[in-house]
Structures are given as C-alpha cells and as structure tokens.
C-alpha cells in the first residue's frame, strides 16, 4: 500500500482545521469527566485524548471495567475477569457476568419528558414518555410469554422505523430472545432470505408504510412472508395505515393494542454477558445476506462508549440519525435510550416533498443532533442548502455523518450553511461491529477531510501488505486487539469459517475491514480512501475511488460519480468514471475537459479516468452504499443476477443496465 505514493498529493495532508471545540463545553463533557476518572482511580496522568485512547487500547480490562463502573452498569452476576482470552476470533469478555440489555434502557423509566417522538412523512407527530415506554415493553413482553417465547428464541420484525419497532426489541430483549428486523420496502422473499434463516417464533409487523406521498398496503406481503417462516407461532400487527385485518392464519394473531395493553410487572431474564442480543444482516451483495450475531453485553458497553463518550450524549438531548430498521444504524440509534436521551425517528424518504426535508425534522424535533449519510449531506451542498438561514436550529449542536467517505468540500459548507459553531462530525465503522471504529469527540477539533480519531477502546491501525504499520500513506485498516461488539459469530456457521474468513484470513488473528486507510502521524486523525476490494490499481499504484468520486462531485453539473478499476482479459486494465448528472445536463466535449482538469489538477494525471460515461442513475444497496464489485462484476461480463441478490439493490434496472456498457477489451 505504499508503492506509488509520491504519485499521490495526500489531499488530507494539510487539511484545515474547520472546528475546535469550545474550551468551557469540552472541560465539561463525558469524555473529560471519565478522563479524569481514570486518572484518579488507575493513578495516572493522561492528559487529551491521544493518549486516553492509547491507554485504552495497551489497557483493555482496565478501560472496559472502568467505563462499566463510570456508567454504573448494573451485572446481576458478578463476573471472574474482563477479558478470558484475547484470541481473535473467539475473545471471551467478562465471563460469569449476567445482565440484561433492557435494564440498562428502563433504569431511565421514572424520567420526566419523551422518550421517543416520531414523525410521519405526512408531518404527523406523536412522543411517548419514559413511563409509557415502560408499560408497553412490559405488556408486550408478558404477551411473547404468553405465546411461549423464551430465553434464545427469535422474535423478528417487518417494520417501518416507527416507536413499535424499538418498543417490540426491547420487549425481545426482556425476555431473552434475539431480534431481527428489515424494513418494509423489502418484498417479502427478500425479508425472507434474512429473517428465515433464524426460524423466528413471533413475527411483529404493520400493515403498511407511506413513502414519497404513496401509502403501501403490505398486508398480502406480510402473508407471503409467514407462508415464509414455517417455525411462526403468532403475529402481531401495528396498524400503521389503519387497514383492516387480512383473513386469518393458521397461527395465533394479536393486535398491537392488545399485545401492549393494561399494567404488567417487567421480569427481565438475567443473561450471560455473550448472550445474543440481535441478529443484524450483510447487504447481500456478495450473495445471501449473512446473520452476524451480537450478544447483550458487548453491544451495551459499546455502545454506551460510543454514544456517551464520543458523541456526549445524555438525558438532555434529542437524538435524530435518519435510518431505516435495515442499517445498523437503526440499532445504534435505539441504543441512545441507554443514556436516557430521546430518541426521534422518522418514517418516510429523505428527500420529499423537497430535499431540505431532514433539516426541517430536525427544526421541529428540537434535535440536538441531526445524522444522516454522507450522500444525503453531499446532497445538501450540491442542491445549496442554508439550513441555518431557513430553520431554527438552535438546539443543534453537533451533525453527523456515515456509511461512505465525506467529501473535503461538505465540511466547509456545514460550516457556512449549518453553523460554524456545530461541528460535522463524519465516523467510519460497520454492520460487522454495529459500531464505529473512528469518529469524533466533544474535545477534539475537526479538519476538513479527516475523521478526527479512532474511538476509545478500538485497537484501530493502518497496514501495508506484508502487515507493518504505516502512516501518512494509503494502508489496510486493521483492529489487533478485540472489541467486545465484535461477532460472537455468523448465524448457522458453527464452525466459524465464514467469520474467519471474512476478517481474518489476510493477516491471522487481527480483523481486516476491507478500507482503505491513510492515519495521520500528526494527531492520528485519518481519510478513508474506499473499499480495499474495489481498489483501482493502475500500473501497480492503488488509487482511492472515493477521491476521484468527490472530485468528479464538485462540478455541479455532476450529481454522483462512480469510478471503477476492471482487470481485462490479457492483461489490459480499465478505468472508466461513471457520471449522473443533473436533469436538463449532457455530457458535452466541456464536462468532459472540466472533470478531466479537476481530477488532474485535485488529485494527479494517474488519478483521470480512461473513459467518462454519463448513466442515468446509479444503484445502491437498500442503506445507499455504491455497488461497485458488483458493477465491475458485471462489466466484466457475470449476469446482474449471480453477482447480487435483487432485494438488496434499490434500482435493479439501473444496475442491469451496465449489461449495455461492457466494452471490447483494448479497444477504447
């Protein structure tokens, strides 16, 4: 990963600082607050974060237990040690010990205020406090009792991201069972191919979902789906549109009224600390989606950490992240309750009636932080948004970002269109750890390009091909010490050869992401580069697809950009950039010379693409992530429908459409 790089300017090298933080609110956030208590109680003297997160990472027990006592998470079991074994995979984190996820949530249950308000696309907007959120897990869980659920059955949801769907989690939770949910815009085959495979005993659904000003009757997918799950022994129905029921099943089938009514006194099963808590799904891009399997503990401290420490969150905030129950960030965003914050969520399209529609959310929920994916904030630039200027965001006090590389450009737009005063804080991490391996924090500064630092307790390292660290150059990100929200394992792979294979079999016993990486040496801050397996190597230099996508994105005539390296039969190499551009736009002899100057002139002459084609739209996966093996795939001539699954694609007939692109090798 070194080879080439005097080619490369590095175009984070000398990133601006774009904010600090405000000396008054840094010395008062969490992350200073437990600083200063791990000094007092290990006796040390770590004074700014580089050196909080290297202890850390050199003092895993010592961090780990530290963090429970700062929280005061409560184990009804005391446990024998933090950390058994240290083997990855396979760690063994804090054996003996027994607690319940859902405790850590309803401890908050006496709080004054909301604990969830949701908002529809129409507009329409209800909360729920502390205390009700209390009684309906309570109720419902006694119903999944009922109906014989029990410590490690599954209970799955088809669900849009409404309260009920962290309300039934919870409930799960309680109980001992392990949730799964996938969002509605899935066909019932697809949800199938992933909710199946764990032979639920309880379905929980909704009738329907609106979207882009369309309700959506799913009530015959929803029966589709249980002719699905033969292992079903009840359905419960929220009835979001207010349909009438369908005709009846050969299975028990309750109303959500009647599953979540009257007093219930909440017994929660005392679980082992790997005990599983959810199942969450890969994209399906690579084939079927695979099941990784977290369990109540791992998933608790991480993300108490993540949430308390980096992002400052507590019983003062209003948590908005716009997700869908696909993406691992609807778990993450369930998981602010743990602090005592509310959480908001959302159910509709992110860009209707108009694309400022989050930023208005974000006005009438009073957010104090607003979170989206790094397209929909590259949208907000391109289409010259001035949230600051049309909403009241006086609440607001930090945006973030994830699910791709951020573009340099957006950081210095949220700072004249959001506010100077709020950071953009863009993070890196995955569905695999369901978590973030870098991100920001309330005392470090913010520079245009970099995500800011790895997170505590994250053993996070850039390395070159032979596995030596490296800074200041392009390397693959490694974890080599274990996280305890790491895999516990893939579901219905018991000998874990998936697992291993997936993030170990390139440099035994340390996680391989599959990024590429550049850690800054000045203050450990890093720039993601792209997928590590989407890598454009020409002439032996990798290139990061992610840089030349973001310059191609500057112009404005360019909505999305796609660059993809394709190894030709007889050794030739193609490199073409695929542009959408915006309605009333063709590419004309001009673009083409400005994107060829902007890429040149940005980044280096290696980095201009062989050819630059205009494509109506690009596809991605269901959470917005570019599809680019499966593209390249393609293009090298694999038919769409063996590369990847069609319910994982958002626009099938944009991806079949590359079928038409292929070209004759060597022949431009």
Same mark, same amino acid.
């Given at each position: 990963?070194?080879?080439?790089?005097?080619?490369?300017?590095?175009?984070?090298?000398?990133?601006?600082?774009?904010?600090?933080?405000?000396?008054?609110?840094?010395?008062?956030?969490?992350?200073?607050?437990?600083?200063?208590?791990?000094?007092?109680?290990?006796?040390?003297?770590?004074?700014?974060?580089?050196?909080?997160?290297?202890?850390?990472?050199?003092?895993?027990?010592?961090?780990?237990?530290?963090?429970?006592?700062?929280?005061?998470?409560?184990?009804?079991?005391?446990?024998?040690?933090?950390?058994?074994?240290?083997?990855?995979?396979?760690?063994?984190?804090?054996?003996?010990?027994?607690?319940?996820?859902?405790?850590?949530?309803?401890?908050?249950?006496?709080?004054?205020?909301?604990?969830?308000?949701?908002?529809?696309?129409?507009?329409?907007?209800?909360?729920?406090?502390?205390?009700?959120?209390?009684?309906?897990?309570?109720?419902?869980?006694?119903?999944?009792?009922?109906?014989?659920?029990?410590?490690?059955?599954?209970?799955?949801?088809?669900?849009?991201?409404?309260?009920?769907?962290?309300?039934?989690?919870?409930?799960?939770?309680?109980?001992?069972?392990?949730?799964?949910?996938?969002?509605?815009?899935?066909?019932?085959?697809?949800?199938?191919?992933?909710?199946?495979?764990?032979?639920?005993?309880?379905?929980?659904?909704?009738?329907?979902?609106?979207?882009?000003?369309?309700?959506?009757?799913?009530?015959?997918?929803?029966?589709?789906?249980?002719?699905?799950?033969?292992?079903?022994?009840?359905?419960?129905?929220?009835?979001?549109?207010?349909?009438?029921?369908?005709?009846?099943?050969?299975?028990?089938?309750?109303?959500?009224?009647?599953?979540?009514?009257?007093?219930?006194?909440?017994?929660?099963?005392?679980?082992?600390?790997?005990?599983?808590?959810?199942?969450?799904?890969?994209?399906?891009?690579?084939?079927?989606?695979?099941?990784?399997?977290?369990?109540?503990?791992?998933?608790?401290?991480?993300?108490?950490?993540?949430?308390?420490?980096?992002?400052?969150?507590?019983?003062?905030?209003?948590? %908005?992240?716009?997700?869908? @129950? &696909?993406?691992?960030?609807?778990?993450?965003?369930? !998981?602010?309750?743990? #602090? $005592?914050?509310? /959480?908001?969520?959302?159910?509709?399209?992110?860009?209707?009636?108009?694309?400022?529609?989050?930023?208005?959310?974000?006005?009438?929920?009073?957010?104090?932080?607003?979170?989206?994916?790094?397209?929909?904030?590259?949208?907000?630039?391109?289409?010259?948004?001035?949230?600051?200027?049309?909403?009241?965001?006086?609440?607001?006090?930090?945006?973030?970002?994830?699910?791709?590389?951020?573009?340099?450009?957006?950081?210095?737009?949220?700072?004249?269109?959001?506010?100077?005063?709020?950071?953009?804080?863009?993070?890196?991490?995955?569905?695999?750890?369901?978590?973030? %391996?870098?991100?920001?924090? @309330? &005392?470090?500064?913010?520079?245009?390009?970099?995500? !800011?630092?790895?997170? #505590? $307790?994250?053993? /996070?390292?850039?390395?070159?091909?032979?596995?030596?660290?490296?800074?200041?150059?392009?390397?693959?990100?490694?974890?080599?010490?274990?996280?305890?929200?790491?895999?516990?394992?893939?579901?219905?792979?018991?000998?874990?050869?998936?697992?291993?294979?997936?993030?170990?079999?390139?440099?035994?016993?340390?996680?391989?992401?599959?990024?590429?990486?550049?850690?800054?040496?000045?203050?450990?801050?890093?720039?993601?580069?792209?997928?590590?397996?989407?890598?454009?190597?020409?002439?032996?230099?990798?290139?990061?697809?992610?840089?030349?996508?973001?310059?191609?994105?500057?112009?404005?005539?360019?909505?999305?950009?796609?660059?993809?390296?394709?190894?030709?039969?007889?050794?030739?190499?193609?490199?073409? /950039?695929?542009?959408?551009?915006?309605?009333?736009?063709?590419?004309?002899?001009?673009?083409?010379?400005?994107?060829?100057?902007?890429?040149?002139?940005?980044?280096?002459?290696?980095?201009?693409?062989?050819?630059?084609?205009?494509?109506?739209?690009?596809?991605?996966?269901?959470?917005?992530?570019?599809?680019?093996?499966?593209?390249?795939?393609?293009?090298?001539?694999?038919?769409?429908?063996?590369?990847?699954?069609?319910?994982?694609?958002?626009?099938?007939?944009?991806?079949?459409?590359?079928?038409?692109?292929?070209?004759?090798?060597?022949?431009?």
């Amino acid at each position: 990963m070194t080879e080439g790089t005097a080619d490369r300017p590095g175009p984070a090298a000398t990133a601006d600082v774009i904010w600090s933080p405000n000396p008054d609110t840094a010395r008062n956030s969490q992350i200073e607050r437990f600083r200063n208590y791990v000094n007092n109680r290990h006796t040390l003297a770590l004074d700014d974060y580089q050196a909080l997160w290297r202890w850390s990472v050199e003092d895993l027990a010592g961090y780990w237990s530290t963090l429970a006592e700062f929280y005061d998470i409560q184990f009804s079991s005391d446990y024998t040690c933090v950390l058994a074994t240290e083997t990855m995979p396979g760690a063994q984190w804090f054996p003996g010990g027994r607690l319940n996820y859902a405790d850590q949530v309803l401890r908050h249950r006496a709080s004054e205020g909301s604990a969830i308000v949701h908002v529809a696309e129409s507009g329409d907007r209800s909360e729920m406090s502390w205390s009700e959120l209390h009684r309906q897990v309570a109720a419902l869980a006694r119903s999944l009792r009922d109906v014989g659920v029990r410590e490690g059955d599954r209970v799955v949801g088809y669900l849009p991201n409404i309260p009920q769907a962290a309300v039934a989690f919870l409930a799960a939770a309680a109980v001992g069972a392990t949730w799964a949910v996938c969002g509605q815009d899935f066909a019932a085959n697809g949800a199938a191919d992933r909710l199946g495979q764990l032979g639920p005993v309880v379905l929980v659904t909704a009738d329907g979902y609106e979207h882009r000003g369309q309700r959506y009757d799913r009530r015959a997918e929803v029966s589709t789906l249980v002719g699905l799950l033969p292992t079903l022994r009840a359905v419960v129905t929220v009835p979001t549109l207010g349909l009438a029921p369908r005709e009846p099943r050969d299975l028990r089938e309750i109303s959500w009224l009647d599953a979540t009514a009257g007093e219930s006194e909440l017994s929660t099963a005392q679980v082992p600390f790997d005990h599983p808590l959810w199942v969450v799904f890969t994209s399906g891009t690579t084939g079927k989606p695979k099941g990784i399997v977290h369990g109540h503990g791992g998933v608790l401290l991480a993300h108490i950490a993540q949430l308390g420490l980096q992002f400052d969150t507590g019983p003062r905030d209003r948590w %908005f992240w716009y997700t869908t @129950p &696909t993406w691992m960030l609807w778990n993450l965003n369930v !998981s602010t309750l743990l #602090l $005592g914050a509310c /959480l908001i969520t959302y159910a509709g399209d992110a860009t209707y009636p108009e694309a400022d529609r989050l930023w208005q959310v974000t006005e009438d929920t009073g957010a104090t932080l607003f979170g989206a994916s790094a397209g929909y904030l590259g949208l907000s630039e391109t289409q010259g948004l001035t949230p600051r200027a049309t909403y009241g965001l006086s609440a607001l006090r930090t945006v973030g970002s994830t699910g791709a590389p951020l573009a340099e450009s957006v950081y210095g737009w949220a700072s004249a269109a959001v506010g100077e005063h709020i950071p953009l804080v863009s993070s890196t991490g995955g569905t695999d750890v369901v978590g973030a %391996f870098a991100g920001g924090a @309330p &005392t470090l500064s913010v520079r245009a390009g970099r995500i !800011s630092a790895p997170v #505590l $307790g994250v053993a /996070l390292d850039s390395w070159s091909h032979d596995g030596k660290p490296v800074r200041d150059t392009v390397g693959e990100l490694v974890i080599t010490r274990p996280m305890p929200s790491m895999p516990l394992r893939f579901w219905n792979d018991p000998g874990g050869e998936r697992l291993r294979d997936s993030y170990f079999s390139t440099y035994p016993g340390v996680w391989r992401h599959g990024d590429w990486v550049t850690i800054w040496s000045d203050d450990l801050s890093m720039t993601v580069h792209g997928r590590s397996d989407a890598t454009l190597n020409r002439g032996g230099v990798r290139l990061g697809s992610a840089e030349i996508n973001h310059a191609a994105e500057r112009l404005p005539e360019v909505l999305e950009a796609m660059a993809l390296g394709i190894e030709e039969p007889g050794g030739g190499y193609w490199m073409p /950039l695929f542009v959408v551009l915006r309605p009333g736009e063709i590419l004309t002899e001009s673009i083409r010379d400005r994107l060829v100057e902007q890429i040149g002139s940005r980044l280096s002459r290696r980095h201009v693409p062989d050819d630059i084609v205009a494509v109506d739209a690009l596809p991605h996966t269901k959470t917005g992530k570019m599809l680019e093996i499966p593209i390249k795939r393609i293009l090298q001539g694999a038919d769409p429908a063996d590369v990847v699954s069609r319910e994982a694609v958002d626009d099938w007939a944009a991806l079949a459409r590359f079928t038409a692109l292929r070209r004759v090798p060597n022949n431009r």
